[in-house]
């Protein structure tokens, strides 16, 4: 990932873990690809979104190595790929950034943000958090000790 460019077409949606990337991945892929994918009545349901807009720190990771360069040669056609990030800017991985790439930060309310963390910790086994009461997951949220980043760094 550390050689990884970004292109002047492509799009780079840029949050925080919890902060909406879904919802803007689900926009996204209405307006880049015309509904094309998403006219059925059940939106999304047959749309991995993880494979179709992947998170660029998890390069090729996450998605292993076959699907990263199968994701690689099916975007060479068809403008503009979409990625993602829940990086702080910082912390950015791509090696070069065109300037006419386009990113799109989004943010929420800190608030939301720990609560909607909260349940997340709470019910997803894999997480190495424990935060039974919702005021132990402010506290690891108000002081940065929740993983990728620090919400207050991220944030502009």
């Given at each position: 990932?550390?050689?990884?460019?970004?292109?002047?077409?492509?799009?780079?949606?840029?949050?925080?873990?919890?902060?909406?990337?879904?919802?803007?991945?689900?926009?996204?892929?209405?307006?880049?690809?015309?509904?094309?994918?998403?006219?059925?009545?059940?939106?999304?349901?047959?749309?991995?979104?993880?494979?179709?807009?992947?998170?660029?720190?998890?390069?090729?990771?996450?998605?292993?190595?076959?699907?990263w360069n199968k994701w690689l040669q099916s975007t060479q056609d068809n403008d503009p790929r979409i990625l993602h990030t829940h990086l702080a800017p910082k912390q950015f991985p791509a090696?070069?950034?065109?300037?006419?790439?386009?990113?799109?930060?989004?943010?929420?309310?800190?608030?939301?943000?720990?609560?909607?963390?909260?349940?997340?910790?709470?019910?997803?086994?894999?997480?190495?958090?424990?935060?039974?009461?919702?005021?132990?997951?402010?506290?690891?949220?108000?002081?940065?000790?929740?993983?990728?980043?620090?919400?207050?760094?991220?944030?502009?």
């Amino acid at each position: 990932r550390e050689n990884f460019k970004l292109r002047n077409d492509d799009i780079v949606i840029c949050t925080y873990w919890k902060a909406g990337t879904h919802f803007m991945k689900k926009i996204l892929l209405e307006i880049c690809r015309n509904g094309k994918e998403t006219k059925l009545n059940k939106r999304f349901e047959n749309i991995d979104l993880g494979v179709n807009i992947p998170c660029i720190e998890a390069i090729p990771g996450a998605l292993g190595l076959e699907e990263w360069n199968k994701w690689l040669q099916s975007t060479q056609d068809n403008d503009p790929r979409i990625l993602h990030t829940h990086l702080a800017p910082k912390q950015f991985p791509a090696k070069e950034i065109d300037k006419d790439c386009k990113l799109i930060y989004v943010a929420r309310d800190p608030r939301d943000v720990a609560v909607s963390m909260h349940f997340m910790i709470n019910f997803v086994a894999d997480l190495q958090y424990s935060a039974p009461d919702v005021n132990d997951t402010a506290d690891l949220f108000v002081n940065g000790d929740m993983w990728y980043n620090d919400y207050w760094d991220y944030n502009i």
